[in-house]
């Protein structure tokens, strides 16, 4: 299997407090990776050092064999690398269908085809099956304030996958989201994973929505990966009992 | 609704100059020159959210570019392109500095550029005739229509404000208008959607500042005689002021605030030497009480109105 995404020795501090501390791993093809960890485990640090918005104190990010360190985040994002953030990023006064339309209008043309083009940027059929997909067709001309969290949710996750994306990270994407919208999320996610041949790696608290839709997981601790295996052999683990425990 | 309302303010400009003194015309004239300057600068400021304190000058640049061109014989056209593209540039260059400043650094750093421009257009004789300003500028002639008289000039305006209206409505209503409010909301957000923000903050000062420069080609062959000191800081609160009050990221907001600065001064002249500290309570009840403008309170009492009207039947 290729490796989609390599991180190797991957180190960021702040003020000297470290913390990621020289964490290496790879997501292949395919793939769903879960990063599971005690809070301020430095997992949304790992996420922004990868997705350029915070510059690594030293190591390597790789794509598909391409060093992308340093990057800026829209040339990352226009490669096929997408996110959603931890906290809900929606644009709340421009309606659903725009907030989708914004996240696929930089992938095509020009500059100046974006100026003197369609509104639409040609994606209104690309719009439409991803409102159909993540069941917002009912709300596409409503403001994306004026959904619920959870819809709001569901609508940041859309964003990520408007652009037909190879990789997309999640940040805590069941944050918030209630029961049933939550199983609704899941299978998104491996209709996606599946169809497409996405690849996603996902930070989450809720272990039972991680266990059930991971391939694999890392567990960090303290800016370090300390298990990696299948959701049953990480269930099991004294190491991470004993991390998320206390010690 | 809001066709209705676009046509009744069409034939209200169209029919209000007919029937006014030659100083009344002029006045609707600074309107519309104003509110070309004010679309530009809610262009950078109220969608793309960059402030800039500098607006005066790039109308300054405009006009100089116009006085300076006409009164050695070129068309009034080649103005508008020269000066469209040189403001277009040099705003592209202040851009910059937002790339790295926000909010008040950023203003800093405009008002510095704008401090520079007023110390060239007075000192430097030689090109701008520095404190004696350039007078005679002509009016121009469009195959063979004349637009000396105030009237015929006022329409002259009008059509150049409806053109760059036009464009500033293509230009919000296309992609760049969505990025542009992407990146003024969340620029975090926006950028790992794969939006430019670099590029697009410098095209939001760049485009914002040509408007300025155009209005200035406009303003020069208004009033005929110009100088330093008509573009200093005090035009460029004034735009800034144009924009808030009318509604700053709201496409009508700059129509209604330059109307409400460059007329409610002179509606309120009765009052004689008190005019300006009413125009100024004005301004400050207003936007304390509502930030959004004259065009946010509109909306917020077209939305009130219905609860009113159920609550009372």
């Keep these: ?247 | 609704m809001k066709k209705a309302l676009a046509l009744a303010v069409l034939a209200l400009v169209v029919a209000a100059p007919f029937g006014l003194k030659p100083y009344g015309i002029y006045l609707l004239s600074l309107w519309a020159v104003m509110t070309i300057a004010a679309i530009g600068l809610n262009l950078t400021l109220g969608y793309a959210g960059q402030i800039s304190l500098a607006q005066a000058s790039f109308v300054g640049i405009g006009a100089y570019t116009a006085a300076l061109l006409t009164t050695q014989g070129w068309p009034l056209g080649a103005a508008f392109a020269l000066a469209a593209l040189l403001c277009f540039v040099i705003g592209w260059l202040l851009g910059y500095p937002a790339l790295r400043v926000a909010h008040h650094y950023l203003a800093f750093v405009t008002l510095a550029f704008a401090t520079l421009v007023y110390l060239i257009l007075r000192n430097e004789e030689w090109l701008t005739r520095g404190v004696y300003g350039i007078s005679g500028i002509p009016r121009p002639t469009l195959l063979g229509w004349s637009t000396k008289a105030p009237l015929d000039f006022y329409f002259f305006c009008l059509g150049v404000l409806a053109l760059a209206s036009a464009a500033a409505w293509w230009l919000l209503r296309s992609p760049w208008g969505r990025a542009f409010t992407a990146l003024r909301e969340n620029p975090v957000r926006a950028s790992s959607l794969g939006i430019d923000t670099r590029r697009y903050t410098l095209m939001a000062f760049a485009i914002g500042s040509a408007l300025g420069g155009i209005a200035g080609v406009l303003y020069a062959p208004l009033v005929q005689f110009i100088e330093p000191t008509a573009f200093t800081l005090g035009l460029s609160f004034n735009l800034l002021l144009m924009v808030i009050v009318g509604g700053a990221g709201r496409f009508g907001g700059p129509f209604l605030g330059a109307a409400v600065s460059v007329l409610l001064p002179e509606w309120l002249r009765f009052s004689e030497g008190l005019y300006l500290m009413i125009y100024a309570v004005f301004v400050m009840l207003l936007l304390a009480l509502c930030p959004s403008g004259l065009l946010g309170l509109a909306e917020r009492l077209r939305d009130s109105w219905p609860r009113f009207f159920k609550s009372a039947t």
């Design chain 1, 1 to 247: 299997m290729a490796a989609v995404l390599q991180v190797r020795d991957l180190t960021k501090s702040f003020g000297g407090i470290g913390a990621v501390n020289g964490v290496s791993f790879a997501v292949h093809e395919g793939e769903i990776l879960g990063l599971i960890g005690p809070n301020g485990s430095g997992k949304s640090t790992l996420f922004n050092c990868i997705l350029g918005q915070l510059r690594p104190s030293s190591g390597e990010v790789r794509v598909d064999g391409r060093p992308i360190t340093g990057m800026r985040p829209c040339d990352l994002n226009r490669l096929g690398i997408s996110r959603t953030f931890q906290l809900l990023q929606v644009f709340p006064q421009l309606s659903v269908r725009e907030n989708l339309l914004l996240a696929g209008q930089e992938h095509q043309g020009s500059m100046w085809s974006r100026l003197l083009g369609a509104r639409d940027a040609g994606l209104s059929a690309a719009s439409g099956r991803m409102l159909e997909l993540f069941r917002l067709a009912a709300l596409a001309e409503e403001p994306a304030g004026a959904l619920s969290y959870g819809q709001q949710k569901l609508l940041d996750v859309a964003m990520a996958f408007m652009a037909g994306p190879r990789l997309v990270l999640l940040d805590e994407p069941a944050g918030g989201v209630n029961l049933t919208m939550l199983a609704g999320l899941r299978e998104r996610l491996r209709e996606i994973n599946q169809a497409g041949k996405a690849t996603f790696v996902v930070i989450e608290h809720n272990m039972e929505f991680v266990m059930s839709l991971c391939t694999r997981i890392l567990v960090l601790a303290e800016g370090r990966i300390i298990a990696e295996g299948t959701p049953e052999e990480i269930r099991s683990n004294p190491t991470v009992i004993d991390a998320y425990l206390g010690h």
